[in-house]
């Protein structure tokens, strides 16, 4: 049988990147999550504002959470101004939150933001994996392919 296509998020204009987490974990599932914001964060992020480099989620209470991601207070904003490293709630249907929860707890895995986006319709969106850590050997076997493909490609390039 054949193998189902990952499932592709309608991403129009990407704010943050966490280019470091494929480097670090092995993805193993995406979700994708609504966030709770405040007007200026909304604001901030238009401007192209925001770090998700440090962060990662938590699942607790029946309910996800993003920590430590960095959206700066607004240059515009007045004294309704947010808080810059807040937690913030992920918006995510009931099974959704059942699942990274068990996964979590059972199988020792990281819920690790990828990405903060915004989609077609103009929300703000999270790109969460599901991840498990990658040991040192692991990472210089995912760099080792990489450098063979690049050189493939330069191979083929020059021969054709």
């Known amino acids: 049988m054949a193998r189902p296509h990952p499932v592709e998020f309608d991403k129009v204009k990407t ?15 995406k979700f994708e999550a609504g966030i709770a ?25 029946g309910e996800v959470w993003l920590i430590n991601a960095n959206i700066p207070e607004f240059s515009h904003g007045n004294r309704y101004n947010h808080e810059a490293k807040r937690p913030r709630k992920l918006l995510l249907n ?6 990274i929860r068990g996964a979590v707890e059972r199988k020792g895995m990281t819920l690790v933001p990828l990405s903060i986006y915004f ?7 999270v790109e969460l994996a599901l991840a498990k850590g990658k040991k ?9 392919a990489r450098d063979w493909k690049r050189e493939q490609g330069r ?6």
């Open 15 to 29: 704010v943050a990147e966490n280019r470091r987490a494929r480097y670090d974990f092995s993805i193993d599932e």
């Open 37 to 61: 914001l405040t007007g200026t964060e909304v604001k901030s992020l238009r401007f192209g504002e925001g770090a998700i480099a440090e962060s990662y989620a938590e699942a607790q209470d």
């Open 94 to 99: 009931a099974r959704e939150i059942n699942k």
């Open 119 to 125: 989609n077609s319709r103009g929300k703000a969106k």
């Open 136 to 144: 040192q050997h692991d990472k210089r076997a995912t760099e080792k």
């Open 155 to 160: 191979l083929m390039r020059e021969r054709g």
